[in-house]
């Protein structure tokens, strides 16, 4: 139970024994933490309720927990708020406790439930851009977040792979490669094992093709038809897309493994094209499709809407499917195979409208029972500092090697000005750089509530001082050395016992804060509540570090304790991190 629950457990008590709701009872942190720790404003409602004095209310209530052990201080201020102070042996007890518990007093989610996250999303043949960085960090820390809750959580990539994408590089391979079998539709013999092209001339095509597209509708008709054709089946086409495919999960898979990102499932959108015929007829035959203008399509606008809402588009007037057609599919197998109660969509939140359209249609047509949760999680743009979509300086598609490449060189600059790992072997210190890059990366990403857009901002992201991935790695790793050199020393670190400093008492109570940052987190999938804890556990241990000096502390059983609080600190420290997908080098 957290703190504050548990604190609100007495007080409510109290209260019900005056006559009064238990919700009077409620305790909440101090908004003045100079007066008191936490404080509990419920005398007011209560006196309104029973008719009686506020100030009268409270201190009945006051008197009659005064004596309990966990309290050092109870007070009244102003119309009848209590003030609590916490006694040092409640809290160094608790913080025991904390300590030992592998969970750090977290709650595992009851019940647990079958999750699936949908993230990174990169599309076959292009580029992957800053956006697909955002989903796939955002992504994968919400999934560390609820596997450690005790979810049973699987993570899909949900690929790009079948959408009209498909048919512009197919047209733009045959503009430049005419002579190839794939092109000859009367072509019956073996295609070639090797592909055509690589990723690099992919990623150059694709955009020149879909530029072209935008000023010439006859081109984009021959695409369209082409993308068609694929999803029809014709050999030469499906032989080419492989090639495309393949080549382009070869250069994703090498990406995301820098960046630390594994999927459990490797699904594109084409996984579905074989349920695609039976889930239409379905949905045509219980006539949730309707046609329109040769066109298959599902009504999901209600009579509340107060925005436009364009019906689902299943089957287009050339006999193609799209974007809404394949996640509904999705959504079927999700349900249907691996029984998700809850699926998540970390996209960007310009794609909102097409969730909204595809909940509906999977809700209304059956496809999911409406006890299954379907939720978009919504993220904003990576800006450059001109306030525009990060671009490269040249001004085209970031790609993420790039970008990880720039985070450790800027990492390597900060590491050299403060001085930091300058002694280590050159081997080690550039592994050091990638971490401290990829740290800074991520927690700057992270760190927003996650639907707000941000300044990519390489300098300061990668400051060993502020609100950085850096800073929290730095603190992390001057535990670890604080630890080796107490070691040395031949101390070890003991028991908590009662904290004697302001400082040291702060400390712990913060950590009594963390299990509600970790379930904020995953009740609203926003790891930026565990940013922002981890930043002030990070502050608070500095402070009480600055104050207490563990190496030249002349009470054994003191400093043992020290060292057990940097000991927990360090723990802590590395699980939040880890729930970003931030690792911890050894040393710095
Ligand atoms: N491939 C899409 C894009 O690049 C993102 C896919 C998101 N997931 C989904 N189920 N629609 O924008």
Redesign the pocket.
């Known amino acids: 139970m957290s703190l504050t629950s548990f604190l609100s457990s007495i007080f409510s008590e109290a209260f019900v024994a005056l006559g009064a709701n238990s919700a009077a009872g409620t305790v909440v942190v101090s908004k003045k933490p100079e007066l008191a720790q936490f404080q509990c404003n419920g005398a007011m409602a209560a006196a309104k309720a029973l008719k009686k004095n506020p100030r009268e209310i409270a201190q009945t209530v006051v008197n009659s927990l005064a004596d309990r052990p966990e309290f050092s201080e109870l007070f009244i201020a102003g119309p009848g708020f209590i003030n609590i102070r916490l006694s040092d042996d409640f809290i160094a007890a608790r913080t025991r406790d904390t300590a030992n518990d592998e969970r750090f007093g977290i709650p595992p989610a009851e019940p647990p439930r079958t999750v699936i996250v ?1 993230y990174g ?3 076959v043949a ?1 580029p992957m851009h800053v ?2 960085l955002r ?1 796939s960090i955002i992504g994968d820390s919400v999934i560390r977040i609820l596997r450690f809750l005790g979810h049973e959580v699987k993570g899909d990539i ?3 792979d079948w959408g009209l994408q498909m048919g512009m590089v197919i047209v733009e391979a045959e503009r430049r490669m005419p002579t190839l079998p794939y092109f000859d539709a009367a072509f019956d013999g073996d295609y070639p094992g090797q592909p055509p092209v690589t990723m690099d001339d992919l990623q150059e095509m694709y955009p020149k093709i879909s530029g072209e597209c935008k000023q010439d509708a006859g081109l984009l008709d021959r695409c369209q038809k082409a993308t068609v054709e694929l999803q029809n089946g014709r050999r030469g086409y499906v032989a080419l897309w492989r090639h495309f495919v393949n080549v382009s999960v070869e250069a994703m898979k090498s990406d995301f493994h820098r960046l630390g990102v594994d999927f459990d499932l490797w699904f594109g959108e084409s996984a579905y094209e074989r349920t695609i015929p039976a889930m239409v007829e379905g949905m045509k035959s219980n006539g949730h499709a309707r046609l329109d203008d040769g066109a298959w399509i599902i009504d999901v606008a209600s009579d509340a809407d107060n925005k436009p809402m364009p019906p689902v588009m299943l089957i287009n007037s050339q006999g193609g499917t799209g ?1 809404h057609t394949t ?1 509904l599919a ?1 959504i079927r197998q999700r349900v249907n195979e691996f029984k998700a109660d809850e699926v998540y ?1 970390v ?2 939140k310009r ?1 909102s409208l ?2 909204e359209q595809v909940f509906r249609a999977a809700h209304k047509t059956g496809i999911a029972p409406e006890s299954v949760h379907l939720e978009h999680l919504p993220f904003g743009t990576m800006n450059g500092k001109d306030g525009k979509p990060f671009k490269t300086r040249a001004g085209g598609v970031m790609r993420l090697k790039e970008l990880i490449g720039m985070m450790t060189e800027e990492a390597s600059k900060r590491m050299l000005e403060a001085g930091v790992a300058q002694d280590y072997p050159e081997a080690e210190r550039t592994i050091i750089a990638e971490k401290v890059g990829m740290a800074a990366l991520r927690y700057a990403d992270l760190m927003n509530v996650r639907s707000a857009d941000y300044v990519f901002d390489i300098e300061r992201f990668t400051q060993f001082e502020g609100r950085t991935g850096a800073y929290l790695l730095y603190a992390a790793v001057r535990i670890k050395s604080i630890l080796r050199k107490a070691k040395e020393a031949g101390f070890e670190a003991g028991d908590i016992v009662a904290p004697s400093v302001d400082s040291e008492r702060d400390l712990m109570l913060k950590l009594f804060a963390m299990p509600n940052a970790v379930t904020e987190a995953a009740r609203e999938k926003m790891p930026h509540h565990v940013c922002g804890y981890a930043f002030d556990l990070g502050q608070a241990f500095s402070r009480f570090y600055n104050d207490c000096h563990i190496m030249t502390e002349a009470d054994a059983s003191r400093r043992a304790s020290w060292l057990g609080l940097c000991r927990l600190v360090l723990r802590e420290m590395e699980f939040l991190l880890g729930l970003l997908g931030i690792e911890t080098p050894e040393r710095m």
């Open positions: 949908d999303g990169p599309t292009k956006g697909h989903s949900h690929m790009g974007y996640d999705t969509y996209v960007d794609q097409h969730f």
